[in-house]
């Protein structure tokens, strides 16, 4: 497949980890077909998962960073091809909140798909990362509940990750759902919260989002989803 910088692959809908459906349908071999930056989680909800340049590691509920093998399984994740012809903008002090306000106020932005990368020194970088589920797998909300937090000061590393309009909330996070990966790639996970010292950050916008179901998975096919509960379990298990 040709690295099209335009077009945002997703593997997978967010809406179907909702009612438990987290065996792996992809394997990571193919999921680096589509793209070199993503995010996304492993086979039994085991950690956050954070593609950087090719490779594809898993914060798990213990804080433990592994890189992936090729043939790991994802049942949800979303990629895309960076595209280095971008420019880069620096960022200077800011929060989370500041941040994210800023980028949508700068450019008409809030309707389309996009990736943000940030690579630098963050004051302090909170995150949390869920723990490995077994079958029989249990919800979302009831898998998420307990999510182990943690916290570094003053580390360099990238963030990654994407913003999604309000109108495919349940395909994916509507709003920004971002991950990080430390330098020396032993911390990271979901964001929850960051304070930037001095960073990089690319903005790569689509014309193209591509979804890809698990049309080989029978529980997927199976499944009823129920669009206004699909919502409130997003807003309690992602935010």
């Known amino acids: ?13 967010l809406a179907l980890l909702i009612p438990g459906l987290f065996t792996g349908t992809m394997t990571v071999a193919e999921l680096l077909t589509h793209g070199n930056f993503g995010i996304g989680t492993a086979h039994g909800l085991a950690g956050e998962l954070v593609l950087l340049d090719g490779h594809a590691y898993t914060v798990n509920g213990d804080g433990q960073v592994t890189e992936l093998a090729p043939d790991a399984t994802v049942p949800f994740a979303t990629v895309h091809w960076q595209d280095s012809s971008l420019p880069t903008q620096a960022v200077h002090q800011r929060t989370k909140a500041e941040l994210e306000t800023q980028i949508l106020a700068q ?29 029989p797998y249990p ?9 182990p937090e943690f916290e570094q000061t003053d580390v360099t590393g990238t963030l990654i990750g994407y913003y999604a309009p309000a109108l495919y909330q349940g395909a994916a996070v509507a709003g920004y759902h971002v991950h990080f990966l430390n330098d020396a790639h032993d911390f990271g996970g979901h964001i929850l919260d960051y304070t930037v010292v001095d960073a990089q950050m690319t903005l790569q916008p689509f014309e193209t989002f591509e979804q890809h ?4 998975n029978e529980a997927f096919l199976k499944s009823d989803f129920d669009l206004q509960q699909v919502n409130a379990d997003i807003e309690e298990a992602e935010h």
């Open 1 to 13: 497949m040709t690295n099209d910088v335009k077009r945002v692959y997703q593997h997978g809908t």
């Open 107 to 135: 450019a008409p932005l809030k309707n389309l798909f996009f990736a943000v990368k940030m690579t630098g020194t963050f004051k302090v970088m909170h995150t949390r990362a869920v723990q490995t589920q077994q079958e």
């Open 139 to 147: 919800n979302l909300t009831a898998a998420t509940r307990v999510q």
């Open 213 to 216: 179901f698990p049309s080989d």
